[in-house]
T-cell receptor, first 110, second 115 residues
Framework: AQRVTQPEKLLSVFKGAPVELKCNYS??????LFWYVQYSRQRLQLLLR??SRESIKGFTADLNKGETSFHLKKPFAQEEDSAMYYC????????????FGTGTRLQVFP | GAVVSQHPSWVICKSGTSVKIECRSL??????MFWYRQFPKQSLMLMAT?????????EQGVEKDKFLINHASLTLSTLTVTSAHPEDSSFYIC???????????FGPGTRLTVL
C-alpha cells in the first residue's frame, strides 16, 4: 500500500542550527516525491520536488530509493522557516494523485 | 503563479442542510481538481479526484452520495456536502493541476461548521 511517514510531529531548533525533516515512503512503483510547506495563515504550497533536484530557500531533499526516504534538509535554519511541512508521494500512474504524510511542524527559535 | 480560489472561506450551517463549496482555477485550465479534508492538527486526506466532464473518482471510505462533486468546466469544481451533520465539520481544501505531473496548486480552504 502507498504510504508516507513523517515520524516527527514537531521539530524545534534554534536559528542557525541544521534541520532535517524525515520522510519515508512505501510504494511499489516509481515514486515522485514532493515537499509542501504551509506557513501560518497561508495555503499549502510546493517547496520542492525530487525530479527538479534544486534547492529552494536553502532546503534540499534527496530521494534515496534504497532507504525509501526523502528527507528535507537545511544547513542553517532561519526563523522564517517556521511552518508546517508535508511530504507527499505522487504515483507513477496518470492520476496526478498525491498521498500526504501527517506533517512536521518546524519551530525555529531566535 | 497559478492561483486557486475557494468560496466560501467559511460556512456555518444547520444539521440536515446541504452546503456547496466552489473551487476555481483563476489563471489556468485545470484538467484535474482534487478535494481534501483536513481535521485539526492532522494531515490532508484525499477525498476524490475530479476530472472535467467526467464522474469524480472517490477514495475508499468516502461516500459519493454524501459528497457530490461536479467538475463542470476546466476552471470550476464544486463539492456539495449533502444533509450535513456535525461530524462533517472540517476544513475542506481543493487543489488543481494542469496535468502532466505538474504540481498541484492549492486553494485556501473552506471551514465548514455544522451545528
Amino acid at each position: 500500500a502507498q504510504r508516507v511517514t513523517q515520524p516527527e510531529k514537531l521539530l524545534s531548533v534554534f536559528k542557525g542550527a541544521p534541520v532535517e525533516l524525515k520522510c519515508n515512503y512505501s510504494y511499489s512503483g516509481s515514486p515522485e516525491l514532493f515537499w509542501y510547506v504551509q506557513y501560518s495563515r497561508q495555503r499549502l504550497q510546493l517547496l520542492l520536488r525530487h525530479i527538479s533536484r534544486e534547492s529552494i530557500k536553502g532546503f534540499t531533499a534527496d530521494l534515496n530509493k534504497g532507504e525509501t526516504s526523502f528527507h528535507l534538509k537545511k544547513p542553517f535554519a532561519q526563523e522564517e522557516d517556521s511552518a508546517m511541512y508535508y511530504c507527499a508521494l505522487g504515483q507513477s500512474d496518470s492520476t496526478d494523485k498525491l498521498i500526504f504524510g501527517t506533517g512536521t511542524r518546524l519551530q525555529v527559535f531566535p | 503563479g497559478a492561483v486557486v480560489s475557494q468560496h466560501p472561506s467559511w460556512v456555518i450551517c444547520k444539521s440536515g442542510t446541504s452546503v456547496k463549496i466552489e473551487c476555481r482555477s483563476l489563471d489556468f485550465q485545470a484538467t484535474t481538481m482534487f478535494w481534501y479534508r483536513q481535521f485539526p492538527k492532522q494531515s490532508l486526506m484525499l477525498m476524490a479526484t475530479s476530472n472535467e466532464g467526467s464522474k469524480a473518482t472517490y477514495e475508499q471510505g468516502v461516500e459519493k452520495d454524501k459528497f457530490l462533486i461536479n467538475h463542470a468546466s476546466l476552471t470550476l469544481s464544486t463539492l456539495t456536502v449533502t444533509s450535513a451533520h456535525p461530524e462533517d465539520s472540517s476544513f475542506y481544501i481543493c487543489s488543481a493541476t494542469p496535468g502532466g505531473y505538474n504540481e498541484q496548486f492549492f486553494g485556501p480552504g473552506t471551514r465548514l461548521t455544522v451545528l
